[in-house]
């Protein structure tokens, strides 16, 4: 089983819909975040949060909201969809501990019509 | 100026060359350097870290001069299963600040 899980896989939808992106880790890891990469621009971030407490926006939060569930979930919203969120969604989770590397889910691909 | 910077490529070189990627990052207070392997369509996965005496793991080794704000990767004997994108990565103490490069597109040739 993948030590962190990404629900949907895929999904396509219609604009103005609300969509949840849900993410698990198993890696007991304190830190999570969410990007979104889109050709040519790589990883951008959305929102990180560094314990179940701790909520941060990251590069470009507006139009996304996110909840930390608990330890090991951390939600990512889009309130109203709009075409431009198209893009391919990544969960990633690291150590607490200095210098730790992030390790991602498999990622979401995310349609907008 | 992007704060990680990548020659997006693409890199083609036939099997058994050497190659080498280059990666500049402006943010002086970074720490931490990573580079990561992504296929495509699929999710970016830590190829190794970038230490400041510069390390080695099989065909890969990385090297970071943080005096010119420097990181390199270089594969040795590069094989068709190397074909990917490279996503140079540069964080700060505590990890508040990770930027990940656009990546450099490499193609390996039977």
Sequence with gaps: DADVTQTPRNRITKTGKRIMLECSQTKGHDRMYWYRQDPGLGLRLIYYSFDVKDINKGEISDGYSVSRQAQAKFSLSLESAIPNQTALYFCATSDGQANQPQHFGDGTRLSIL | ?110
């Design chain 2, 1 to 110: 100026r992007k704060e990680v910077e990548q020659d997006p490529g693409p890199f083609n070189v036939p099997e058994g060359a050497t190659v080498a990627f280059n990666c500049t990052y402006s943010n002086s207070a970074s720490q931490s350097f990573f580079w990561y392997r992504q296929d495509c369509r699929k999710e970016p996965k830590l190829l190794m870290s970038v230490y400041s005496s510069g390390n080695e793991d099989g065909r890969f080794t990385a090297q970071l001069n943080r005096a010119s704000q420097y990181i390199s990767l270089l594969i040795r004997d590069s094989k068709l299963s190397d074909s990917a994108t490279y996503l140079c990565v540069a964080s700060n103490t505590g990890g508040f600040k990770t930027i990940f490069g656009a990546g450099t597109r490499l193609f390996v040739k039977a």
